[in-house]
């Protein structure tokens, strides 16, 4: 009944940038944690950047020392949606991006449910 649609990916030259997006839709009361992973060819999923909290103007955001400086997650509440802005980006960080999110609905009350997108291919060519 939740669902994560990612959007935004696409071929970029290196150096180049790409906006992101991630938008939950079903049956939900409320966003907790929201991330973007990522999985290159042959390799573990791994963590790009996270923004915690469920009120956008009070929230934490955490990136993997790779990205930090180029790279921007936002969220906007109203619009159950999170972004990633990458800037420079490196021909090593292509993949296929997924966005994760933990989501309360009726069913799940008091709790959250891990949500993942469908993902969306990033490929940067040197």
């Known amino acids: 009944q939740v669902q994560l649609v990612e959007s935004g990916g696409g071929l970029v030259q290196a150096g180049g940038s790409l906006r992101l997006s991630c938008v939950a839709s079903?049956?939900?009361?409320?966003?907790?944690?929201m991330g973007w992973y990522r999985q290159a060819p042959g390799k573990q999923r791994e963590l790009v950047a996270r923004?915690?909290?469920?009120?956008?103007?009070?929230?934490?955001?955490f990136y993997t020392d790779s990205v930090k400086g180029r790279f921007t997650i936002s969220r906007d509440n109203a619009k159950n949606t999170v972004y990633l802005k990458m800037d420079s980006l490196k021909p090593e960080e292509t993949g296929v991006y997924y966005c994760?999110?933990?989501?309360?609905?009726?069913?799940?009350?008091?709790?959250?449910?891990?949500?993942w997108g469908q993902g969306t291919q990033v490929t940067v060519s040197s």
């Open positions: 079903g049956r939900i009361l409320s966003i907790n944690d």
């Open positions: 923004i915690t909290g469920d009120d956008s103007t009070n929230y934490a955001d």
């Open positions: 994760k999110a933990q989501i309360t609905t009726r069913s799940t009350w008091p709790g959250a449910y891990t949500y």
